[in-house]
């Protein structure tokens, strides 16, 4: 499930980590990855240690440790996959084959694999991971979000060959 918003500051994060408790608590088991690599919160929201290896560094891990890393959540019921703020490599990561391969395999061990991405209108970045989910989800700020916006981040993520925008949450 892809989480995203049309700009900053609209809940997106809070959106996510709501939603993964939710999930939790029905019994489900829940895998979270901070894809936000301009402004990544998950790691302060879940308040994950920071010598927990981030997605940035999962990306770039040789094979073995990648599988290793990958192989020790597998026997977990709920695992957050933190992100850093990153500038310069932030296209190899999000357009790398290993992005890929790790949502792939964490949908094989999980129920659900949350995805926290940049909002939709300042960046590219939600459309081109949208096409690892399965669903989109988009996060408004009620009463702040503009109905243009949201219209206009609704038909980005509606675009051929990404995950089916599936609604939307008025934060």
């Not at 990855?33 to 981030?54: G, H, K, N």
């Not at 190899?92 to 926290?116: E, Q």
């Not at 081109?128 to 408004?140: G, N, T």
Request: glycine fraction near 6%; include cysteine.
């Amino acid at each position: 499930v892809l989480l995203t918003s049309t700009a900053a500051g609209e809940g997106k994060s809070s959106t996510t980590v709501g939603l993964a408790r939710l999930l939790l608590n029905s019994g489900k088991r829940v895998a979270v990855i901070d894809l936000d690599l301009r402004r990544p919160r998950l790691a302060q929201l879940f308040d994950v240690s920071p010598l927990t290896p981030t997605i940035n560094d999962l990306l770039v891990a040789p094979a073995e440790i990648w599988v290793r890393r990958l192989h020790a959540m597998t026997p977990e019921t709920f695992t957050v996959i933190p992100g850093r703020a990153s500038r310069d490599d932030i296209l190899p990561l999000l357009g790398s084959r290993r992005l890929g391969a790790t949502v792939k395999a964490l949908r094989l061990s999980f129920d659900y694999v949350l995805i926290d991405t940049p909002p939709v209108l300042p960046s590219s970045d939600a459309c081109f991971l949208a096409r690892h989910a399965d669903v989109s989800i988009l996060v408004c700020a009620w009463l702040k979000t503009d109905v243009a916006a949201v219209r206009e981040a609704a038909e980005r993520l509606s675009a051929p060959g990404l995950a089916p925008l599936i609604g939307v949450v008025l934060n």
